[in-house]
């Protein structure tokens, strides 16, 4: 650590910590981050460029770093692209620089450097066209190859994420001076506050400096009022928490990381990243501002670095840039990052100042000490492949190039500064419109559409008393609007720092050659390697909005989202069209603020978890007998039951015959059902049914199709008449909880002056459908009481009795075709229900039944499934079910679109059987139908709906919607063109007992 | 996340709610409307750019609709009104009087 | 228009890249066009330059109230398939695969056309019905479709979590090979260099704030530039199509609303094909430059702010990190949203208006880039013409009266 201070600084250098970077391995301290380890080693180049694999360093010390981007760990826990200024060093942390291959120091890539001539920006929009072929099989893969930063890793992620959900008073975003002001002030009123803040440790820009609060140093202010903070009871503060997105409404979000500087010393079990949802009542921005670099030639070589970075190596992290720095600066700020090094025994070989005439209270005493001032100049080249080695300065001349003599510099570190960015990321999220301000070429929050108040340096007041006061007035203020307090703010503590003083805005410092000749880059997004010639020639081909420039360049759009290259971009593009900034637009910020992991995004909606499982009373039975489970919405059915040595063909065959011969078992509980009660439900039946309940006696249940007001079928279900006002609805499976949200908004929005409700009540009864020829013996057997001949318990009627003991409800319904139950109980006595049917019916050959078979089944019978045999598209005319539609009722849901053009077509397809020619071969579900064999194009008359093989007939049966089907009866149609043209006859679409002669047993 | 203050539950975060589209479409009486008038209802809407009168059900509350004024530009809730009423004019209409 | 090339662009690095000429021209309005296209999005620019370029057409002017390409074209997720279910849709959208498939070259401007697959993912029995009725369909269109057992969506992409260990399992997919992506900007940036080489003028920063309609017939338009003359007029403004419909008087079956997608961080090459799942509603593909593009549903309120809600992210993350575990520890990098005006059956309205000489192309919902060339192309030759094409006839506003919808939600109900 040669470059480390022997005192100073915060870290812990009673913790050494190894690492291991692009293969060779260092040493740091407990509170280092990598970025601040290698730079106390001397190490400045950490990975390649993006397009030209130029070597890159650390620019910055925070989050808005776009070059210094590294592979962290290995394996499943392996993660692409973070900055290495943000990574807190762990013990046994090994990382590499992105982009390059072997390495960083040797990139086999780096030859794209030399054709950067050809590689403008966009100029693959104007190659790689000919020959066409290339394109997809030599020149994309390559440009895909060549592409791309980090890795993703290889295995499944080990780790778990999850989220909280808060509300506060006050939300404080950024724990700088601004921000621990605000959050002083509003939690002192007693408001509930949240302080999230994304460093390890409270302080913000506190920490790079060496100004003093309260009589102390500022990070030691921060730290006290941090122990403040952690002593109120309604504040909490969240570290290493990055507030990343500001949405409608006060929502925010924020991402927390909490054992990713842990490493292998993780506690078991303690999730890594947490997603914060936020409900704010008002927010204070105290998120800072972002130094923001000068374009010169070649400002993109390691060891070229911000001068506030420079100053938060040195003063948090006791580390200094290098032997020898060259300050390049426009304002007088940057000035104390030179002052800091020379204080701290460093060298710094000279100052840059563009200015002609700079008054910096700092260059006297630079002078004195040594520093040469070279005022009215710019660095006009630098060199160094890997690191900088020196800099050639020169006079800036009338009219904006270079004048006069040129000096080489030695140096192994230029420091740059171009003023401050305001980090008004969040403000811009949150739909407040930017303004700009001329004299410091900077963007500052205007007008806010939300509860929010933007403070200190995101505010452009830089000076950190005003940081104090701006945050304390804030906090008050916000304090007080949620009523706490009344809005006076604290006293604010007193503070030793300078002023921030003069900038003059300059936002392109000519290069020996003019711009864009020559090997020379200005670097104005260090990442993607958009160049300041690359922006210039965007204007020339016509891209005059800062967004067409955005993405014919690609400048901004790096994972730093262009935090230190969108303003200088933006500048240089107003220059470049002859416009002010204002006029050439600003582009809208996005969330994330920096990127958030999509493991924390999903949190613990994965897996099992993703979606909520439904099981039935019954479902522990069903797996003990080893049900195969068909996932229907949320719920898991029985599928079917294999027996050892059954496949699912053989399963089904059994279950189906079973159910024909003797006595099958259906869990039906998925059903959907609702409870319909009250003096006007007979009317609201009638409305949403397209057959009369108004006609349905006391004790009797109709089958009812449901259809939307544009005619189309959408439920069935029967709904049993319990009372004289009283109904239970079932529905399908999947549609309950829309049929319900449906009944509730016609009630509630159309027809409020019916008197009706209704209650989903699926999950309180369990539901068995008991169906078979034996079916009655079986139910006889448990319900000894209950009368169960045809003519006390006819077709289509509901009783109510004891069955196995308990209170049941037996609806004297069927989708079979056979004699049938479905015996309704209370939902905990399900699973008894069931036993004791399967105890009683064992001596009848009862035989569990899973969807598999209740399909075919329903099939052979010519029952529908809504959303097999329907898509949508379907009316119950086209089904065949006449029958069900009222002809006296003057006004249902449905009926008035059936007299549309398109509903009243002779030619709608038509729900028909189909019989295969050769009666093996099984259509699969969704097989076309085709009037002709051919190569296709082919028009298509229909497709299949359901197929099974049938046990009962001993072929393969189907049904189908097929044009004009009805009147097609007998005529073979071929399916296509998967099954080969087989061909198929038209039929009924009823294959078993169409007399309804099974029903009663 | 859109908050809306559900009128029963007070202020719940938008995914507790079903969206139910813009209010103020009675359905009409289908012995006397021709088919485009059924088109209409069935399927033609304002979609102003700006306020906005549509409908709310608090799926996960007290599954009761009502009727909200949101600009559909600042998605801001100008306010919340129920079922069966007038459109009320909007805060801060000064032409206003509802 | 100066030919793009490896040899212009050598040619043009001699003169250091100062020589490149503009791609296109900024004019002022004419008093008058014969025709104008409002909205300067893929699908006007495709207007503009097939009616000059096919139909000779060319004094035409494309009304653009911010930056060309700037609304949906540069906001969507780039899938180009054709594999829809219903003939009509099949047909539209295959004539403008089609066209894809020789854009780049007829433009002379590299859209980065990738044709490497869109896999749709079948999770339940309902999803293997809905699939293999559409793959039989488009298969019986001369449509390339391909239905994968879970085994072959395993062997053509290999990161997906195939196993049973996930809430919602994979039982196979449809695979269009002819499916991909394009470099969204590009496309808009190539049809406007070429029309406006034809002579088609593109005039950004060019609201329309009225439309002149003089007995039943348009006769031009007022724009925050001044009014402009012109015998027809197309709306081709994804996402604000009702309220041009507003200004002409009239109302149509669309509503708008936000529709959200996201990129990660660039990465190495990781996901070869598109991937689509229905069943736990995502999508998700790699870019060229390295980035996973992905994409879901709609936030439901009608919202013109370009804004939508986390929880729709947070939505689909949870079905992408369910389908690709690996993508646990990769991050959002970017998220937005544009305005997608969406038609209740999920179909495009593509056609006449009540308006005489007035025309519309909207109502795309979420997939309208994959139909830029064949949108542009039908609604050329409608306003060329003054009579539907055939591919887009169907798409006429009258369905709604008619009834003759193309639902293509029509395989998602799901019951029993």
């Given at each position: 650590?040669?470059?480390?201070?022997?005192?100073?600084?915060?870290?812990?250098?009673?913790?050494?910590?190894?690492?291991?970077?692009?293969?060779?391995?260092?040493?740091?301290?407990?509170?280092?981050?990598?970025?601040?380890?290698?730079?106390?080693?001397?190490?400045?180049?950490?990975?390649?460029?993006?397009?030209?694999?130029?070597p890159r360093g650390i620019l910055t010390a925070g989050a808005e770093e776009p070059s210094a981007l590294v592979q962290l760990g290995e394996g499943a826990r392996t993660e692409p692209n973070l900055r290495a200024t943000q990574v807190e060093l762990y013990d046994g942390l090994t990382a590499a620089g992105v982009n390059a291959w072997p390495s960083a120091n040797c990139d086999f890539a780096a030859w794209t450097g030399r054709l950067a001539p050809l590689f403008p920006a966009g100029f693959y929009y104007k190659t790689f066209l000919w020959p066409a072929s290339f394109w997809k099989f030599v020149y994309e893969p390559t440009i895909r190859r060549m592409a791309g930063l980090g890795r993703a890793p290889e295995a499944p992620d080990p780790d778990s994420y999850d989220k909280r959900h808060v509300h506060c008073d006050v939300l404080v975003v950024g724990g700088g001076p601004a921000g621990i002001a605000a959050a002083l002030a509003a939690g002192e009123a007693g408001a509930r506050v949240l302080l999230v803040d994304e460093e390890a440790t409270l302080g913000g820009a506190l920490l790079g400096q060496r100004h003093k609060v309260d009589g102390v140093d500022g990070a030691a202010w921060a730290q006290a009022a941090a122990g403040r903070l952690a002593a109120m009871e309604e504040v909490r503060v969240l570290s290493r928490t990055t507030l990343f997105g500001y949405y409608d409404h006060n929502s925010l979000s924020a991402f927390e990381r909490r054992t990713d500087h842990l490493g292998p010393g993780t506690p078991a079990g303690m999730s890594r990243q947490r997603l914060w949802n936020i409900k704010a009542g008002r927010v204070v921005l105290a998120t800072g501002a972002h130094e923001r670099p000068l374009v010169f030639a070649d400002n993109d070589r390691p060891g070229i670095m911000l001068a506030s970075a420079a100053q938060r190596y040195l003063n948090h992290y006791a580390a200094l840039p290098g032997e020898r720095a060259v300050l390049f600066t426009n304002n007088d700020a940057a000035y104390e990052a030179a002052h800091d090094i020379v204080e701290a025994g460093g060298t710094v070989g000279a100052v840059v100042d563009c200015r002609h005439e700079p008054a910096a209270p700092?260059?006297?005493?630079?002078?004195?000490?040594?520093?040469?001032?070279?005022?009215?100049?710019?660095?006009?080249?630098?060199?160094?492949?890997?690191?900088?080695?020196?800099?050639?300065?020169?006079?800036?001349?009338?009219?904006?190039?270079?004048?006069?003599?040129?000096?080489?510099?030695?140096?192994?570190?230029?420091?740059?500064?171009?003023?401050?960015?305001?980090?008004?990321?969040?403000?811009?999220?949150?739909?407040?419109?930017?303004?700009?301000?001329?004299?410091?070429?900077?963007?500052?929050?205007?007008?806010?559409?939300?509860?929010?108040?933007?403070?200190?340096?995101?505010?452009?007041?830089?000076?950190?008393?005003?940081?104090?006061?701006?945050?304390?007035?804030?906090?008050?203020?916000?304090?007080?609007?949620?009523?706490?307090?009344?809005?006076?703010?604290?006293?604010?503590?007193?503070?030793?720092?300078?002023?921030?003083?003069?900038?003059?805005?300059?936002?392109?410092?000519?290069?020996?050659?003019?711009?864009?000749?020559?090997?020379?880059?200005?670097?104005?997004?260090?990442?993607?390697?958009?160049?300041?010639?690359?922006?210039?020639?965007?204007?020339?081909?016509?891209?005059?909005?800062?967004?067409?420039?955005?993405?014919?360049?690609?400048?901004?759009?790096?994972?730093?989202?262009?935090?230190?290259?969108?303003?200088?971009?933006?500048?240089?593009?107003?220059?470049?069209?002859?416009?002010?900034?204002?006029?050439?637009?600003?582009?809208?910020?996005?969330?994330?603020?920096?990127?958030?992991?999509?493991?924390?995004?999903?949190?613990?909606?994965?897996?099992?978890?993703?979606?909520?499982?439904?099981?039935?009373?019954?479902?522990?039975?069903?797996?003990?007998?080893?049900?195969?489970?068909?996932?229907?919405?949320?719920?898991?059915?029985?599928?079917?039951?294999?027996?050892?040595?059954?496949?699912?063909?053989?399963?089904?065959?059994?279950?189906?015959?079973?159910?024909?011969?003797?006595?099958?078992?259906?869990?039906?509980?998925?059903?959907?059902?609702?409870?319909?009660?009250?003096?006007?439900?007979?009317?609201?039946?009638?409305?949403?049914?397209?057959?009369?309940?108004?006609?349905?006696?006391?004790?009797?249940?109709?089958?009812?199709?449901?259809?939307?007001?544009?005619?189309?079928?959408?439920?069935?279900?029967?709904?049993?008449?319990?009372?004289?006002?009283?109904?239970?609805?079932?529905?399908?499976?999947?549609?309950?909880?829309?049929?319900?949200?449906?009944?509730?908004?016609?009630?509630?929005?159309?027809?409020?002056?019916?008197?009706?409700?209704?209650?989903?009540?699926?999950?309180?009864?369990?539901?068995?459908?008991?169906?078979?020829?034996?079916?009655?013996?079986?139910?006889?057997?448990?319900?000894?009481?209950?009368?169960?001949?045809?003519?006390?318990?006819?077709?289509?009627?509901?009783?109510?009795?004891?069955?196995?003991?308990?209170?049941?409800?037996?609806?004297?319904?069927?989708?079979?075709?056979?004699?049938?139950?479905?015996?309704?109980?209370?939902?905990?006595?399900?699973?008894?229900?069931?036993?004791?049917?399967?105890?009683?019916?064992?001596?009848?050959?009862?035989?569990?039944?899973?969807?598999?078979?209740?399909?075919?089944?329903?099939?052979?019978?010519?029952?529908?499934?809504?959303?097999?045999?329907?898509?949508?598209?379907?009316?119950?005319?086209?089904?065949?079910?006449?029958?069900?539609?009222?002809?006296?009722?003057?006004?249902?849901?449905?009926?008035?679109?059936?007299?549309?053009?398109?509903?009243?077509?002779?030619?709608?397809?038509?729900?028909?059987?189909?019989?295969?020619?050769?009666?093996?071969?099984?259509?699969?579900?969704?097989?076309?139908?085709?009037?002709?064999?051919?190569?296709?194009?082919?028009?298509?008359?229909?497709?299949?709906?359901?197929?099974?093989?049938?046990?009962?007939?001993?072929?393969?049966?189907?049904?189908?919607?097929?044009?004009?089907?009805?009147?097609?009866?007998?005529?073979?149609?071929?399916?296509?063109?998967?099954?080969?043209?087989?061909?198929?006859?038209?039929?009924?679409?009823?294959?078993?007992?169409?007399?309804?002669?099974?029903?009663?047993? | 996340?859109?908050?809306?203050?559900?009128?029963?539950?007070?202020?719940?975060?938008?995914?507790?709610?079903?969206?139910?589209?813009?209010?103020?479409?009675?359905?009409?009486?289908?012995?006397?409307?021709?088919?485009?008038?059924?088109?209409?209802?069935?399927?033609?809407?304002?979609?102003?750019?700006?306020?906005?009168?549509?409908?709310?059900?608090?799926?996960?509350?007290?599954?009761?609709?009502?009727?909200?004024?949101?600009?559909?530009?600042?998605?801001?809730?100008?306010?919340?009104?129920?079922?069966?009423?007038?459109?009320?004019?909007?805060?801060?209409?000064?032409?206003?009087?509802? | 228009?100066?030919?793009?090339?490896?040899?212009?662009?050598?040619?043009?690095?001699?003169?250091?890249?100062?020589?490149?000429?503009?791609?296109?021209?900024?004019?002022?309005?004419?008093?008058?066009?014969?025709?104008?296209?409002?909205?300067?999005?893929?699908?006007?620019?495709?207007?503009?330059?097939?009616?000059?370029?096919?139909?000779?057409?060319?004094?035409?002017?494309?009304?653009?109230?911010?930056?060309?390409?700037?609304?949906?074209?540069?906001?969507?997720?780039?899938?180009?398939?054709?594999?829809?279910?219903?003939?009509?849709?099949?047909?539209?959208?295959?004539?403008?695969?089609?066209?894809?498939?020789?854009?780049?070259?007829?433009?002379?401007?590299?859209?980065?056309?990738?044709?490497?697959?869109?896999?749709?993912?079948?999770?339940?029995?309902?999803?293997?019905?809905?699939?293999?009725?559409?793959?039989?369909?488009?298969?019986?269109?001369?449509?390339?479709?391909?239905?994968?057992?879970?085994?072959?969506?395993?062997?053509?992409?290999?990161?997906?979590?195939?196993?049973?260990?996930?809430?919602?399992?994979?039982?196979?997919?449809?695979?269009?090979?002819?499916?991909?992506?394009?470099?969204?900007?590009?496309?808009?940036?190539?049809?406007?260099?070429?029309?406006?080489?034809?002579?088609?003028?593109?005039?950004?920063?060019?609201?329309?704030?009225?439309?002149?309609?003089?007995?039943?017939?348009?006769?031009?338009?007022?724009?925050?530039?001044?009014?402009?003359?012109?015998?027809?007029?197309?709306?081709?403004?994804?996402?604000?199509?009702?309220?041009?419909?507003?200004?002409?008087?009239?109302?149509?079956?669309?509503?708008?609303?936000?529709?959200?997608?996201?990129?990660?961080?660039?990465?190495?090459?990781?996901?070869?094909?598109?991937?689509?799942?229905?069943?736990?509603?995502?999508?998700?593909?790699?870019?060229?430059?390295?980035?996973?593009?992905?994409?879901?549903?709609?936030?439901?309120?009608?919202?013109?702010?370009?804004?939508?809600?986390?929880?729709?992210?947070?939505?689909?993350?949870?079905?992408?990190?369910?389908?690709?575990?690996?993508?646990?520890?990769?991050?959002?990098?970017?998220?937005?949203?544009?305005?997608?005006?969406?038609?209740?059956?999920?179909?495009?309205?593509?056609?006449?208006?009540?308006?005489?000489?007035?025309?519309?192309?909207?109502?795309?919902?979420?997939?309208?880039?994959?139909?830029?060339?064949?949108?542009?192309?039908?609604?050329?030759?409608?306003?060329?013409?003054?009579?539907?094409?055939?591919?887009?006839?169907?798409?006429?506003?009258?369905?709604?009266?008619?009834?003759?919808?193309?639902?293509?939600?029509?395989?998602?109900?799901?019951?029993?």
């Open positions: 650590m040669r470059f480390r201070l022997k005192e100073g600084g915060r870290i812990d250098r009673a913790q050494r910590l190894r690492f291991t970077f692009n293969g060779r391995r260092y040493e740091g301290f407990a509170g280092d981050t990598l970025a601040s380890a290698l730079i106390a080693n001397g190490t400045h180049l950490t990975s390649r460029s993006f397009k030209y694999h130029r700092l260059a006297p005493k630079l002078e004195e000490a040594g520093v040469a001032l070279h005022t009215g100049s710019v660095i006009a080249a630098t060199h160094g492949t890997k690191r900088v080695r020196s800099v050639t300065v020169a006079k800036l001349g009338e009219g904006g190039g270079l004048s006069g003599e040129q000096y080489r510099i030695f140096c192994d570190s230029v420091l740059v500064s171009g003023g401050w960015n305001p980090a008004v990321h969040l403000f811009s999220q949150s739909a407040g419109k930017l303004a700009f301000e001329e004299a410091r070429g900077i963007f500052l929050p205007g007008k806010a559409t939300q509860a929010l108040e933007a403070v200190g340096a995101a505010n452009g007041s830089f000076g950190l008393a005003s940081c104090l006061a701006e945050g304390a007035a804030a906090g008050a203020r916000a304090a007080e609007a949620a009523g706490f307090g009344d809005g006076t703010p604290p006293p604010t503590p007193p503070v030793e720092a300078p002023e921030p003083g003069a900038i003059t805005p300059f936002w392109l410092a000519p290069g020996q050659k003019p711009l864009g000749h020559g090997k020379a880059k200005h670097m104005v997004d260090h990442q993607d390697d958009v160049t300041a010639a690359d922006i210039r020639l965007a204007a020339r081909e016509g891209f005059r909005s800062v967004e067409h420039v955005k993405r014919y360049t690609t400048v901004g759009m790096g994972t730093d989202q262009g935090k230190t290259a969108n303003v200088n971009g933006l500048a240089i593009l107003a220059d470049a069209l002859g416009k002010t900034v204002p006029e050439v637009g600003f582009t809208t910020y996005r969330p994330p603020y920096t990127p958030v992991t999509f493991g924390a995004l999903a949190g613990r909606d994965t897996g099992p978890l993703m979606d909520p499982v439904r099981r039935t009373a019954m479902h522990e039975w069903h797996e003990a007998e080893g049900a195969v489970f068909e996932p229907v919405g949320q719920w898991l059915r029985p599928w079917w039951y294999p027996r050892p040595g059954e496949d699912k063909h053989a399963a089904v065959a059994r279950e189906c015959r079973a159910v024909r011969e003797a006595a099958g078992i259906l869990d039906a509980s998925t059903l959907g059902k609702i409870d319909i009660k009250g003096p006007d439900a007979t009317t609201l039946l009638d409305m949403v049914y397209t057959n009369a309940f108004s006609t349905l006696k006391v004790g009797r249940v109709r089958y009812g199709l449901m259809c939307g007001d544009d005619g189309m079928v959408f439920d069935d279900g029967t709904t049993a008449r319990l009372g004289e006002n009283h109904y239970l609805m079932t529905t399908t499976t999947g549609n309950a909880a829309h049929v319900l949200e449906w009944l509730e908004e016609w009630l509630q929005t159309e027809w409020p002056e019916l008197r009706v409700y209704c209650t989903s009540v699926t999950e309180q009864w369990a539901t068995v459908a008991l169906a078979g020829p034996r079916a009655r013996d079986v139910l006889a057997a448990v319900a000894p009481e209950m009368a169960l001949d045809t003519d006390s318990f006819p077709f289509m009627s509901v009783k109510e009795g004891i069955v196995a003991g308990v209170d049941a409800r037996v609806f004297r319904i069927s989708f079979t075709g056979e004699l049938s139950f479905e015996i309704n109980v209370p939902w905990q006595h399900g699973r008894r229900l069931w036993e004791a049917l399967m105890e009683a019916g064992a001596a009848h050959g009862i035989t569990p039944y899973g969807t598999e078979a209740m399909h075919v089944l329903r099939a052979e019978r010519g029952f529908i499934i809504v959303g097999q045999e329907t898509d949508g598209t379907t009316t119950p005319h086209d089904l065949g079910m006449d029958w069900i539609v009222s002809k006296k009722k003057s006004d249902f849901l449905g009926k008035r679109a059936w007299s549309r053009e398109d509903s009243r077509r002779e030619d709608r397809k038509q729900l028909v059987g189909i019989l295969t020619d050769d009666p093996k071969k099984v259509l699969p579900e969704g097989t076309q139908l085709v009037e002709t064999r051919g190569q296709p194009p082919i028009p298509m008359i229909g497709h299949v709906t359901s197929s099974y093989e049938s046990p009962t007939l001993g072929r393969s049966i189907a049904l189908a919607l097929v044009r004009s089907g009805r009147a097609r009866k007998g005529e073979t149609i071929y399916a296509a063109p998967e099954s080969g043209f087989l061909p198929c006859k038209v039929t009924e679409p009823v294959f078993y007992d169409p007399e309804g002669a099974k029903r009663d047993g | 996340m859109l908050w809306i203050d559900c009128p029963w539950c007070g202020a719940r975060p938008e995914t507790e709610f079903r969206y139910g589209g813009e209010a103020h479409i009675a359905r009409p009486d289908p012995a006397t409307t021709d088919d485009a008038g059924w088109a209409d209802y069935l399927f033609m809407r304002s979609n102003p750019k700006g306020v906005h009168a549509e409908r709310w059900m608090h799926r996960e509350g007290c599954r009761r609709w009502f009727n909200a004024l949101r600009d559909t530009v600042s998605n801001d809730v100008l306010t919340i009104y129920p079922m069966g009423t007038a459109r009320p004019d909007a805060p801060g209409d000064e032409a206003g009087g509802g | 228009m100066k030919k793009f090339s490896i040899f212009s662009l050598a040619r043009n690095a001699l003169s250091h890249h100062e020589r490149w000429p503009e791609q296109w021209r900024s004019p002022a309005p004419k008093p008058a066009y014969d025709v104008i296209i409002i909205g300067a999005g893929g699908h006007g620019l495709a207007t503009a330059y097939y009616l000059a370029a096919l139909h000779g057409i060319t004094n035409v002017a494309v009304l653009e109230k911010g930056w060309l390409g700037g609304g949906n074209t540069g906001r969507n997720t780039t899938v180009i398939r054709s594999n829809y279910l219903w003939d009509e849709s099949a047909a539209l959208y295959e004539h403008s695969l089609k066209l894809w498939e020789g854009l780049a070259q007829e433009l002379n401007y590299n859209l980065m056309f990738s044709q490497r697959g869109v896999l749709n993912l079948i999770h339940n029995v309902h999803d293997l019905q809905e699939a293999t009725r559409r793959v039989n369909a488009n298969r019986l269109n001369a449509v390339d479709a391909e239905l994968l057992s879970t085994e072959e969506v395993k062997a053509f992409c290999p990161i997906l979590n195939t196993t049973a260990k996930t809430r919602y399992p994979i039982m196979g997919g449809t695979l269009q090979r002819r499916g991909g992506n394009a470099r969204h900007d590009a496309v808009a940036w190539g049809y406007a260099r070429a029309a406006d080489a034809r002579g088609v003028d593109i005039i950004q920063n060019c609201e329309v704030t009225g439309i002149d309609v003089e007995a039943g017939r348009v006769t031009g338009v007022q724009t925050t530039q001044g009014a402009i003359a012109a015998k027809k007029v197309g709306i081709v403004v994804a996402g604000h199509s009702s309220v041009l419909a507003a200004m002409a008087g009239f109302r149509l079956p669309i509503e708008s609303h936000p529709l959200q997608a996201l990129v990660s961080e660039p990465l190495k090459p990781v996901l070869n094909c598109v991937i689509m799942s229905n069943g736990v509603h995502v999508y998700v593909s790699q870019s060229d430059k390295g980035e996973l593009v992905i994409g879901a549903g709609l936030d439901p309120p009608n919202s013109y702010s370009q804004r939508g809600g986390l929880h729709t992210i947070e939505d689909q993350m949870g079905a992408i990190v369910e389908l690709i575990p690996i993508f646990s520890r990769v991050r959002m990098m970017r998220s937005w949203a544009g305005i997608v005006d969406v038609c209740p059956d999920a179909s495009p309205v593509i056609g006449k208006t009540p308006v005489e000489g007035l025309y519309i192309n909207g109502g795309w919902g979420t997939g309208g880039f994959k139909a830029t060339p064949g949108s542009g192309w039908v609604l050329a030759h409608t306003m060329a013409t003054d009579e539907p094409h055939p591919l887009n006839a169907p798409f006429a506003l009258d369905r709604f009266t008619s009834g003759a919808l193309i639902d293509e939600h029509a395989a998602a109900a799901v019951a029993h």
